[in-house]
């Protein structure tokens, strides 16, 4: 009789998952195939043929997928090659703490046509639920001063390393990273600053003032250490976590993901000054045959002739910083912006930096095994963009980057406790 397992049957969705199917005929070649229903209904689905062994038994962790979605030994490629049946649909758990995602991972004969899959009956199937929180962690909807966002809490007494979450300026509150990270030890504030609840849809600038409120919120939080904070920012949100970095003394630890070194729309503001945003070009917009639209050149013509007063002054900032970089970024040059934010670093003598770059990883770097997104719709903006990377060097970056996120964090955030002894 075919068995199949899938072992967490429940777990974290930044956790592996152990496949094995046993009882098939000695090589034998079967297709796996996993399906996610999203919260809106969309579907996602991804496919691979595996052979089985001399036993009847195929063993994900150490056979490798012949072909599908992904080739060769990846354990947990039925996660990451997941794709949306609706075109330009970004895969995102919006409740993060009442429901998992339910993926079903199905087991079918060779034999028959991927299009007459959907319309089959697997020969055995088995449903795992993936989490975005750890049992325990608790959510605190914050709506304190100006602040708008959700505080995600680890379970236990605490003190715990407390870090700001910053997605880009598409707007709204996005709480799956903070909830994950609070999942791993983190008091982690998902901050929206547009587009939610009476914070503006378009700002007409984006005033450090609210960031400083965060961080002082967090700092007072009971549960929170200090001294510090730590952000973990990406695109916009990177150009605010870099300058909150280099203007707010309490921020330690700064993880930059795919961002710019200057300010890249909207203008930012502190104190009364106002740094204005490199003039785009649009020109340099490159549309492909898909009409996906490619933004990552469109601040070159810009950048070669601006002063040095265009770009952030990142060596004035006291704290540390990650940068994780997407090689094949296809929605802002972040490879060259990081670059030269370390240049500027190193010649001013500092060296309070790591710099991650990862070749075939696309801007949509995600918390490890979630399936590349490397175009979508945008709605607000009416933009089909391409924001790059290739399947399986984007999740092996996904994996890599998320444990070396933690790592940073934990080392800068928490005092190392020496002996009095
Ligand atoms: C804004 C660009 C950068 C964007 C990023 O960097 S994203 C990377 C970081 N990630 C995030 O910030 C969080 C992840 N967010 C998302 O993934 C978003 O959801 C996104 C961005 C993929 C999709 O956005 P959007 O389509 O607008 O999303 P929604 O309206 O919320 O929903 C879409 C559909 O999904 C449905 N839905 C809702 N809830 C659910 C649910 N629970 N489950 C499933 N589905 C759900 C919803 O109903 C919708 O369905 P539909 O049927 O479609 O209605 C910037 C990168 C480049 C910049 C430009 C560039 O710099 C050049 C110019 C510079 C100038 O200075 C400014 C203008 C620029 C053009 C500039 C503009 C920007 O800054 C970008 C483009
Ligand atoms: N590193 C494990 S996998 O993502 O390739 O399955």
């Known amino acids: 009789m075919i068995q199949l397992t899938a072992t967490p049957a429940s777990t974290l969705t930044d956790e592996p998952v152990h496949i094995r199917a046993t009882g098939l005929c000695p090589s034998q070649i079967v297709i796996f195939q996993a399906t996610l229903e999203d919260e809106k209904g969309n579907l996602f689905h991804s496919q691979a043929y595996y052979k089985a062994s001399e036993v009847g038994e195929v063993d ?29 649909t970004k895969l995102m758990k919006r409740d993060v703490m009442t429901s998992p995602f339910l993926v079903q991972i199905k087991l079918y004969d060779s034999n028959l046509p991927l299009a007459q899959i959907a319309a089959t009956d697997p020969k055995v199937s088995v449903t795992l639920e993936r989490w975005y929180r750890a049992p325990g962690v608790t959510r605190i909807q914050v709506q304190e001063g100006h602040l708008r966002g959700a505080l995600f809490l680890p379970p236990g007494e605490g003190r715990f390393p407390g870090v700001i979450d910053l997605f880009a300026d598409i707007g709204g509150l996005i709480e799956y990273r903070a909830s994950l990270l609070a999942s791993h030890g983190f008091a982690a504030l998902a901050l929206a600053y547009c587009d939610y609840e009476d914070l503006p849809l378009h700002p007409e600038k984006i005033e450090l003032e609210y960031f400083e409120e965060a961080v002082n919120f967090l700092l007072r939080h009971p549960k929170v250490l200090g001294p510090g904070i730590g952000i973990v920012s990406i695109s916009k949100g990177a150009e605010i976590g870099l300058s909150m970095a280099i203007h707010l003394k309490q921020v330690i630890a700064t993880v930059l993901i795919n961002g710019p070194n200057f300010v890249f729309s909207t203008p930012q503001v502190y104190r009364g000054q106002i740094s204005q945003p490199l003039s785009f070009s649009p020109q340099l917009v490159s549309i492909n045959a898909l009409g996906l639209a490619q933004f990552q ?56 930096w790591t710099l991650l770059s990862y070749p075939g990883a696309g ?45 940073f964090l934990k080392k800068h955030l928490i005092p190392v406790v020496t002996s009095q002894l």
Request: hydrophobic share 35%; proline share 5%.
């Open 60 to 88: 994900l962790d150490h056979a490798p997928s012949l072909g599908g979605d992904y080739i060769g030994v990846h354990p947990m490629g039925l996660f990451w090659s997941l794709k949306p049946e609706k075109f330009l």
């Open 297 to 352: 050149y469109c601040f070159e013509e810009a950048r070669s002739k601006a002063s040095e007063t265009f770009f952030l002054p990142i060596e004035k900032a006291q704290g540390h910083f990650l940068f994780i970089v997407g090689e094949d970024d296809k929605s802002i040059n972040s490879k060259a912006y990081a670059e030269q934010a370390t240049e500027q670093l190193r010649r001013n003598g500092k060296d309070n």
């Open 363 to 407: 801007h949509m770097l995600e918390p490890p095994y979630s399936p590349l997104c490397c175009a979508s719709k945008l709605s607000k903006l009416h933009l089909f963009m391409q924001w790059g990377g290739e399947v399986t060097l984007h999740a092996a970056a996904q994996e890599h980057s998320w444990k070396e996120i933690q790592k």
